[in-house]
């Protein structure tokens, strides 16, 4: 058992259903934060000036969208599944708060007088529980597809199916090499692996495949194509309004917020301090781990801002490509490598016999990738090459410019 586990154990009742309210409280919060930090960051970006007139520098722009959204007439429309239509938005919602319940968000702090972590439990299989509530969001998406009635929700919904289907694999491989650096998948024992290196450095490529497939996880630019505006109108949501819409608005933010926080946990060492200021997780009795915690969320919440505001839409074949013809691959060829280190590790290998294993396997990635330009490029100048035409060998009528020079 984790030494986060213990102290969750000895939580009473109250104390759980407290903290499952300020979470809960928190998620909201940051997501009427998000809203009008994103559009104040891509206002930035496009030199405009953004949300400037609801409140103090358009700080109350979000709640003018909630309230625009209930005060909206709510429309179902004849040929809809009544039922399915009214609970998909519901599904999508409540599954992305779900994730939060094995999330650590600070060390060790005192709670109303109880020693306690701002995480509900700690299952030994923790990241599984997080993937496996994310992906059952996925099922809100696609039943207010199919139960619409329409032909561009339709759409959206098994657009997303496919997605989910194609970027999952890959962020599930991309923890397996967390897994096997830490020796558990409970996310506290994960954070306490952190304490020298975070796994942002010593596992990178898992870091980047991660934040590659949770952006298209959370349908954002730009693998936003389960929503795209010029092929499906709205998408999977195209017949939504009122609370209904603001449901799908709440799980698309919740569910960043979520990604954001799993990538926190596993690759940024969680609610601690970054190498060289471990002295700051004492300071508010224990509390300045949830700013850590916060700052560290916030950072990748910019990321997918900064992408949105940045990269335009894939194609869907190009989209389908990069997830099962690179992401994948890539993933379960670092697997095999890491599995090897920590092999070698294990049994005491020498250090120049890891260095001179490590050593090779740049060496080889080296290779390929100038094989696959080299091949690139010769494929695309023969693709350039167009070979001259052999004359015809039957009569062709003259051409009118030539008849007119032979009538002067």
Known sequence: MSEYASILLDDPVWMIVVKGLLVFVLCVLLTLAAVYGERKIVARMQLRVGPNRAGPGGMLVSLADGVKLAL??????????????????????ATCFLAFAVIPMTGKVMFFGE???????DI???VLYVLAATSIGVYGIVLAGWSSGSTYPLLGGLRSSAQV???EIAMGLSFVAVFMYAGSMSTGDIVQAQSQWWNAVVLFPSFVIYVISMVGETNRAPFDLAEAEGELVGGFHTEYSSLKFALFFL??????????????TLFLGGPSAPPGLGFTESWLGGWFTFIWFLLKVFLFFFLFVWLRGTLPRLRYDQFMKFGWKVLIPVSVL???????LRLLTQQGASQFLIAAFTGGVVLVVLIATSLYE???KRAEEEARYVPEMPAPK?????LPKAKIEEVE
């Open 72 to 93: 909206k007439e709510d429309i179902i429309p004849k040929a809809a599944d009544r039922i399915v239509f009214i609970l998909a938005p519901v599904i999508s919602a």
């Open 251 to 264: 799980a698309e933010y919740v569910n960043i917020i979520a990604v954001s926080a799993l990538a926190t």
């Open 115 to 121: 020693e306690t972590i701002m995480q509900l439990t």
């Open 334 to 340: 670092w697997i095999l490598v890491v599995a090897t």
């Open 165 to 167: 289907i194609s970027y």
């Open 394 to 398: 039957f009569p062709v009528p003259a």
């Open 124 to 126: 030994p299989v923790g």
């Open 374 to 376: 080299s091949s690139k």
